[in-house]
């Protein structure tokens, strides 16, 4: 499961300046025109055949299934508005940062004496340009979540749990995610 990935995505429409076409023919012109004519690269990407997507483009289907509904959203989500996208990112990345909340539980490795069984917690916690930069360049070579994790527990050690120098030994990770969503 992609967390992170699918939570930076979530963010981005804050910031459209129009909805995105709600007509699955208009969603299936959209995402051709993303992928410059390539409706065999569409349908990958739907997880359906060509044919299909070349019915909807002519108007002979007009009511997806449930899934193909989801893969739409989520997939026209993403190909929507992309230099708005892009000028919020680079914005995030080089002056405001992102805010991160997150339930988790957080595994801990620390000096002897403490505990690192993994912990519960309800976080909010703005990390700066430099994790916001690292995570949207994870995210456009991409990287696994796996990376993703530990670039934002990385953050989340530095800012919400060494606090600026304090507890020297400290390294923490995400060992499960229970819900997260960002903000940039």
């Given at each position: 499961?992609?967390?992170?990935?699918?939570?930076?995505?979530?963010?981005?429409?804050?910031?459209?300046?129009?909805?995105?076409?709600?007509?699955?023919?208009?969603?299936?012109?959209?995402?051709?025109?993303?992928?410059?004519?390539?409706?065999?690269?569409?349908?990958?990407?739907?997880?359906?055949?060509?044919?299909?997507?070349?019915?909807?483009?002519?108007?002979?289907?007009?009511?997806?299934?449930?899934?193909?509904?989801?893969?739409?959203?989520r997939?026209?989500?993403?190909?929507?508005?992309?230099?708005?996208?892009?000028q919020?990112?680079?914005?995030?990345?080089?002056?405001?940062?992102?805010?991160?909340?997150?339930w988790?539980?957080?595994?801990?490795?620390?000096?002897?004496?403490?505990?690192?069984?993994?912990?519960?917690?309800?976080?909010?916690?703005?990390?700066?340009?430099a994790?916001?930069?690292?995570?949207?360049?994870?995210?456009?070579?991409?990287?696994?979540?796996?990376?993703?994790?530990?670039?934002?527990?990385?953050?989340?050690?530095?800012?919400?749990?060494?606090?600026?120098?304090?507890?020297?030994?400290?390294?923490?990770?995400?060992?499960?995610?229970?819900?997260?969503?960002?903000?940039?």
């Amino acid at each position: 499961m992609e967390e992170i990935t699918d939570a930076l995505d979530r963010a981005a429409p804050g910031h459209f300046t129009k909805a995105p076409p709600k007509g699955a023919q208009a969603q299936m012109r959209l995402l051709t025109k993303a992928a410059k004519g390539d409706t065999a690269a569409v349908a990958a990407r739907l997880g359906v055949s060509r044919r299909t997507v070349e019915r909807y483009l002519a108007g002979q289907r007009k009511t997806p299934r449930s899934a193909l509904r989801q893969a739409l959203a989520r997939e026209v989500g993403r190909a929507w508005q992309p230099g708005i996208r892009r000028q919020a990112r680079k914005k995030a990345a080089t002056s405001t940062g992102i805010t991160v909340e997150v339930w988790a539980h957080f595994g801990y490795t620390a000096p002897v004496g403490t505990t690192d069984e993994p912990r519960l917690r309800h976080l909010t916690v703005h990390l700066p340009p430099a994790y916001a930069d690292r995570l949207f360049t994870a995210q456009e070579q991409g990287v696994g979540d796996r990376a993703m994790r530990e670039i934002m527990a990385e953050g989340f050690q530095e800012i919400y749990f060494k606090d600026g120098g304090r507890a020297a030994g400290l390294e923490v990770e995400f060992t499960r995610i229970q819900a997260i969503d960002v903000q940039y």
